[in-house]
């Protein structure tokens, strides 16, 4: 009898690990497009059909001494993560900030109509979950992603055209294959990278800034409408929120196009869900670093490991 009892044991240990490698797999074998700006976009660029990053979005400044440490350290973050999360920064207008878009202003209200006592910067939210300040709260970040890796079993698929024309840059919907819900909107963020900062202005860091965001639009899926473009030349949709949405915004040289499906504001009053149903980005910077590894791979070995030896004890004893 305690032979048939260890092997389910070995077959249900097996398959802990199995489980956990392949939602370690998923993101990073699909990694996110990173274009080299050298590249030409005048015959555009079309991103894989994807969805499952995560948005991580940061509350900085550039006056604030411990974001402008930390900042150079989450540069090479995005592309240590791969396609497993999209990193987008929030400046505020707090008549201090040297850049203050308005773009993010608006992104850091949405916070706050869940939050009102939002944290100082810089502050890490992960799918719109748990605050994390200061420098050294990157650690619980990192649980957070894995945490929601492990939660997120299903996403909205999305896939991008990028494409230059002039001194004009559109990014457009191709492809939405999810649920079109009434209470939901894509969200289009446009980041820049390696802004500079002004001579005149409070900064203890270096001269620039990433992740910049400084524009967006959003197009409500209940009534098909853009409600919300700031930061950009326009925005549109002539059919649907989800078959030709698209904006036009002014050419940078370093840039990066997020799309993301998530609750209207308007719908966070009564369900306070600030989390996304899937997000994807287009990134035309340098690559930093590479991304065909991730810390995340021992972490996630260890957790298979523990859940497999778990598992056999538990079942041992059984």
């Given at each position: 009898?305690?032979?048939?009892?260890?092997?389910?044991?070995?077959?249900?240990?097996?398959?802990?690990?199995?489980?956990?490698?392949?939602?370690?797999?998923?993101?990073?074998?699909?990694?996110?497009?990173?274009?080299?700006?050298?590249?030409?976009?005048?015959?555009?660029?079309?991103?894989?059909?994807?969805?499952?990053s995560?948005?991580?979005?940061?509350?900085?400044?550039?006056?604030?001494?411990?974001?402008?440490?930390i900042?150079?350290?989450?540069?090479?973050?995005?592309?240590?993560?791969?396609?497993?999360?999209?990193?987008?920064?929030?400046?505020?207008?707090?008549?201090?900030?040297?850049?203050?878009?308005?773009?993010?202003?608006?992104r850091?209200?949405?916070?706050?109509?869940v939050?009102?006592d939002?944290?100082?910067?810089?502050?890490?939210?992960?799918?719109?979950?748990?605050?994390?300040?200061?420098?050294?709260?990157?650690?619980?970040?990192q649980?957070?992603?894995?945490?929601?890796?492990?939660?997120?079993?299903?996403?909205?698929?999305?896939q991008?055209n990028?494409?230059?024309?002039?001194?004009?840059?559109?990014?457009?919907?191709?492809?939405?294959e999810?649920?079109?819900?009434?209470?939901?909107?894509?969200?289009?963020?446009v980041?820049?990278h390696?802004?500079?900062?002004?001579?005149?202005?409070?900064?203890?860091?270096?001269?620039?800034r990433?992740?910049?965001?400084?524009?967006?639009?959003?197009?409500s899926?209940?009534?098909?409408?853009?409600?919300?473009q700031?930061?950009?030349?326009?925005?549109r949709?002539?059919?649907?929120?989800?078959?030709?949405?698209?904006?036009?915004?002014?050419?940078?040289?370093?840039?990066?196009?997020?799309?993301?499906?998530?609750?209207?504001?308007?719908?966070l009053?009564?369900?306070?869900?600030?989390?996304?149903?899937?997000?994807?980005?287009?990134?035309?910077?340098?690559?930093?670093?590479?991304?065909?590894?991730?810390?995340?791979?021992?972490?996630?070995?260890?957790?298979a490991?523990?859940?497999?030896?778990?598992?056999?004890?538990?079942?041992?004893?059984?």
């Open positions: 009898m305690a032979e048939q009892r260890k092997q389910p044991a070995r077959q249900g240990g097996l398959w802990v690990l199995l489980l956990a490698v392949s939602l370690l797999q998923a993101p990073v074998l699909a990694q996110a497009l990173v274009v080299d700006p050298s590249t030409s976009l005048e015959s555009g660029i079309e991103t894989n059909l994807r969805g499952q995560l948005l991580i979005e940061e509350l900085t400044a550039t006056w604030c001494t411990s974001c402008a440490e900042d150079p350290y989450l540069v090479g973050v995005a592309d240590a993560h791969g396609s497993r999360i999209a990193m987008v920064a929030y400046h505020p207008n707090d008549g201090e900030d040297a850049f203050a878009p308005e773009a993010a202003q608006h850091i209200d949405r916070l706050r109509s939050n009102p939002l944290p100082g910067t810089p502050t890490f939210i992960v799918e719109g979950g748990t605050y994390r300040t200061g420098t050294d709260a990157w650690g619980d970040v649980g957070d992603i894995l945490d929601e890796e492990v939660l997120r079993q299903d996403h909205t698929k999305l991008l990028v494409q230059r024309e002039g001194d004009v840059i559109t990014a457009s919907l191709v492809t939405f999810g649920r079109s819900l009434n209470a939901s909107q894509l969200t289009f963020l980041l820049e390696g802004k500079s900062v002004p001579e005149e202005a409070i900064n203890p860091g270096k001269a620039y990433d992740r910049v965001v400084v524009g967006t639009a959003e197009c899926i209940g009534n098909g409408t853009v409600t919300t700031i930061g950009v030349v326009t925005a949709a002539t059919t649907s929120c989800t078959s030709d949405f698209e904006i036009e915004f002014a050419a940078m040289d370093s840039f990066s196009v997020v799309l993301v499906h998530e609750n209207t504001e308007d719908s009053e009564s369900s306070d869900d600030l989390g996304t149903y899937g997000a994807i980005e287009f990134a035309y910077r340098d690559r930093d670093a590479s991304e065909s590894w991730s810390p995340a791979w021992l972490v996630l070995a260890g957790t490991i523990i859940g497999l030896l778990v598992f056999q004890k538990k079942s041992t004893n059984a």
